[in-house]
């Protein structure tokens, strides 16, 4: 069954740039299928998508964050990773990564990240 | 970019039917995927394609989506079905994702 395990640091200062590993297991992370997503929630809000990298590299960003976002996929080691820059407190959140599917979401179970000096 | 719009909140008493709607410009020409998500969970999928069930979600559950508003019906409403709703559609154009703001069910 598929899993997918995000890591990373559960606070991090103002100013600093965040950088999330997303870890899958019990499926190809190859596939011409699939596209795999970032997505945030801040505490008490709703669904924010940040971006999806798919199995080519090539990328796919919420214009939102688009000056400050970077993500990217190491089939070697099945994993996805999201670097956002600049971080404020309005970043605080949950933040999930997800396999995108003919348009739906496979969630991880998410890592609260809190942005505080 | 594309806007999907969801009533903040909907009360219903168990057993009854609650209809959480989720609109957009001419979104019955796309797909919609719903998602419920409890307190401290992450988001489940319960509807995709518009009215199709993951193995596992109870009958209670249906969708629907026609013009400018798609539809998740739940039917015989129980205490546990309290949690937020999501609709979510994606643009395979751009290749972007969008959700709408939430809906949070009450069961009374």
């Known amino acids: 069954q598929l899993q997918l395990q995000e890591s990373g640091p559960g606070l991090v200062k103002p100013s600093e740039t965040l950088s999330l590993t997303c870890s899958v297991s019990?499926?190809?992370?190859?596939?011409?299928?699939?596209?795999w997503a970032w997505i945030r929630q801040p505490p008490g809000e709703g669904l924010e998508w940040i971006g999806s990298?798919?199995?080519?590299?090539?990328?796919y960003y919420n214009p939102f964050f688009q000056s400050r976002v970077s993500m990217s996929m190491d089939t070697s080691t099945k994993q996805i990773s999201l670097r956002l820059s600049s971080m404020t407190a309005a970043d605080t959140g949950v933040y999930y990564c997800?396999?995108?599917?003919?348009?739906?979401?496979?969630w991880g179970q998410g890592l609260l990240v809190t942005v505080s000096a | 970019s594309y806007v999907l719009t969801q009533p903040p909140s909907v009360s219903v008493a168990p057993g009854q039917t609650a209809r959480l709607t989720c609109g957009g410009n001419?979104?019955?020409?796309?797909?919609v995927h719903w998602y419920q998500q409890r307190p401290g969970q992450a988001p489940v999928l319960i509807i995709y394609?518009?009215?199709d069930r993951p193995s596992g979600i109870p009958e209670r559950f249906s969708g629907s989506n026609s013009g400018n508003t798609a539809t998740l019906t739940i039917t015989s409403v129980e205490a546990g079905d309290e949690a937020d709703y999501y609709c979510?559609?994606?643009?395979?154009?751009?290749?972007?994702?969008?959700f709408g703001g939430g809906t949070k069910l009450t069961v009374l």
């Open positions: 997800a396999r995108l599917f003919s348009g739906w979401l496979y």
């Open positions: 019990g499926g190809s992370i190859s596939s011409n299928l699939y596209y």
């Open positions: 990298v798919y199995y080519t590299g090539s990328t």
């Open positions: 001419d979104i019955g020409r796309k797909n």
């Open positions: 394609y518009n009215s």
């Open positions: 979510q559609v994606w643009d395979n154009v751009s290749d972007h994702v969008m």
